[in-house]
């Protein structure tokens, strides 16, 4: 499914409706130089000859910005060491899970120690009740809980629970959220009627797409006029209640609340997607932040603690038609994993005994301060979003609230940004479409080391 790149004279292949990948056209971008990863180019031109691109995760590619990714060797704290033994200050925190930093001293522990009792039982444990007692306890509309193996799995999973709970078919997506690869939410609006989405991977069919609506983001209008029509087939609407995949956006209290309304009025489920945004812009989510409450709720990245963990939950009222207790078909092989259970759990309680929200503010304002005024006294088109320590720079003079207007951004510009901080050991998101995450590992001088790299590189590609 080649398409020509809008940004760049590449052909690219257009994941989904906005991660662009292209291909080819960016090699020249890469300003700054100077570091030597011969053992990280080495390792990763032997990686494309055994996996897909050379990586387990598209989001990895370099697409976006050309030229290779490095290849890691280990994290510590704030800081990321390639195979070249290169650091780096992580803004990627492994796309969220890190918030505490790499290695956290009670997530170490506890994954050794929870190995010693055995790597899978298939069977129940405590530790699963322990960390759905932690989830119910931090998420304030969450009465019930299952635990699955990824983000990816707990919406689809959200998904089949608000079909099989409405015996309705439709489902509401946002442009520019991500949820996963699940089949029904890998789809684009369709050009003319908003009613009509398209695939936007080749695997996902037409049948499978016809049942998802696609609509903008903060577009009050829009599903006020998607209810109007159809109201009585809609099973749900998912979205990011802070977005963090087409870069950071911030959802309008107008819009939250228009949501929960019309969902409400029209007995649909309201599924607010916290894979990214729970346990990050506050210890109860953006549901806390906000003061709205879904109807269910999917987490991933941070609940795990970094290893492979997510879940859906919510109303007990809808999670008990979850088989076996009702008819909604979910199971899974590993599913409340006990090492992943006791990385969760040591994470969750970390964060709810001694909450790192309000450094993690002190310290993100003072980043978006920094990389503000290095903007703007370069005198570039710019714009910066931020909700606790997500945050993006856009290349767009524009503020940007929805996919609309982040596809706006200067692509290009933004890959020069990303080499030249690569350079001077700043790993920042490899898309304009990424949030950056700031972590608690991170001190007042990562933070202004980051920032003076950012004046240098943003002085030197204007
Ligand atoms: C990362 C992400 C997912 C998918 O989670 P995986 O663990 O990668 O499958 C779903 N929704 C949102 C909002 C995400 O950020």
Not at 122 to 151: F, K, Q, W, Y
Not at 387 to 399: C, D, E, Q
Request: with cysteine; glycine share 12%; aromatic share 8%.
């Amino acid at each position: 499914m080649g398409f020509n790149c809008e940004h760049c004279t590449a052909i690219g292949t257009r994941l989904s409706d906005y991660r662009i990948i292209c291909f080819d056209g960016l090699e020249n971008t890469k300003v700054g130089g100077g570091m030597n990863r011969t053992k990280s180019k080495t390792e990763f031109d032997r990686a494309k000859t055994l996996m897909p691109g050379g990586v387990n995760s598209a989001a990895r590619a370099f697409g976006a910005v050309g030229g290779d990714p490095i290849v890691f060797d280990r994290g510590q704290g704030a800081y990321l060491f390639d195979v070249d033994g290169n650091q780096y200050i992580d803004y990627i925190g492994s796309w969220g899970p890190m918030i505490l930093g790499h290695q956290f001293q009670a997530v170490k522990d506890a994954v050794h120690a929870a190995v010693e009792k055995g790597t899978s039982f298939g069977a129940p444990t405590v530790a699963e009740n322990e960390l759905a007692d932690l989830i119910i306890e931090a998420m304030p509309s969450v009465e019930m809980v299952r635990l699955v193996n990824s983000g990816t799995e707990a919406t689809m999973s959200a998904i089949r629970l608000a079909r099989g709970y409405t015996g309705r078919d439709v489902v509401v997506k946002f442009a520019g959220n991500y949820h996963g690869h699940v089949d029904s939410l890998l789809v684009a609006a369709g050009s003319a009627a908003a009613t009509l989405a398209v695939p936007n991977s080749p695997g996902v069919t037409l049948g499978t797409s016809a049942d998802t609506m696609v609509l903008g983001y903060n577009d009050v209008e829009g599903i006020e006029a998607a209810f109007a029509s159809s109201g009585d087939k809609i099973a749900a609407v998912i979205l990011e209640p802070v977005c963090g995949n087409m870069g950071c956006v911030t959802p309008t209290p107008e819009f939250l609340s228009a949501l929960r309304n019309l969902t409400q009025a029209n007995g649909s489920v309201l599924i607010f997607d916290e894979v990214m945004c729970g346990f990050r812009v506050a210890g109860g989510g953006a549901q806390s932040l906000f003061g709205v409450m879904p109807d269910l709720t999917t987490m991933g990245k941070i609940v795990g603690g970094g290893l492979p963990l997510g879940a859906f939950a919510g109303k007990k009222e809808i999670m008990q038609h979850v088989l076996p207790s009702g008819k909604v078909y979910q199971a899974g092989t590993l599913s409340g994993n006990p090492i992943a259970t006791a990385a969760g759990i040591a994470m969750l309680t970390a964060l709810r005994d001694d909450p790192p929200y309000q450094r993690l503010e002190a310290i993100s304002a003072r980043l978006e301060t920094g990389l503000r005024k290095a903007a703007q006294s370069a005198g570039g088109d710019f714009s910066i979003n931020r909700v606790g320590s997500m945050m993006t720079l856009f290349f767009n003079a524009h503020t940007v609230t929805d996919w609309e207007s982040a596809s706006k951004c200067d692509t290009q510009k933004f890959a020069k940004y990303f080499w030249g901080l690569i350079e001077r050991g700043i790993y920042m998101p490899c898309s304009q479409f990424e949030a950056l995450f700031i972590s608690n590992a991170h001190t007042e001088q990562d933070i202004d080391k980051t920032i003076d790299a950012a004046k240098a590189v943003i002085a030197e590609i204007k």
